[in-house]
């Protein structure tokens, strides 16, 4: 059974960069074919789709966020992790890592296409 955790501060200050990590165990994030995710919620809106990291570390990012965002992994602790530069409270949301069993032929927003979600964590971007 594969699990995913998600891991950082639950409070940015405007204009700061938001980190997150996903710790993910019970699969490698090199197995083939799999992409690992970062979704997020804003309050009393869906899910927005961030950005990806495929197994053989390509990525992929929302165009609405890619220049403010970054994934990377760290292969050596099965994790991958997320900077969200000069955020804004617009940034306040649950962030959810989250896995599709296969980097192709789906698109990133069928949410059903994601076999294995983080919990989620809060955080909160103000002053």
């Known amino acids: 059974q594969v699990q995913l955790q998600e891991s950082g501060p639950g409070l940015v200050k405007p204009s700061q960069t938001l980190s997150l990590t996903c710790t993910v165990s019970g699969g490698s994030i090199t197995t083939s074919y799999t992409s690992w995710s970062w979704i997020r919620q804003p309050p009393g809106k869906g899910l927005e789709w961030m950005g990806a990291?495929?197994?053989?570390?390509?990525?992929y990012y929302s165009p609405s966020l890619k220049s403010r965002t970054s994934i990377s992994t760290d292969t050596s602790k099965n994790q991958f992790s997320l900077q969200l530069s000069s955020v804004t409270p617009e940034d306040t949301a649950v962030y959810y890592c989250a896995r599709k069993a296969s980097t192709y032929g789906s698109s990133w927003y069928r949410w059903n296409d994601y076999d294995y979600w983080g919990q989620g964590a809060q955080v909160t971007v103000s002053s």
């Open positions: 990291i495929a197994y053989d570390g390509s990525t």
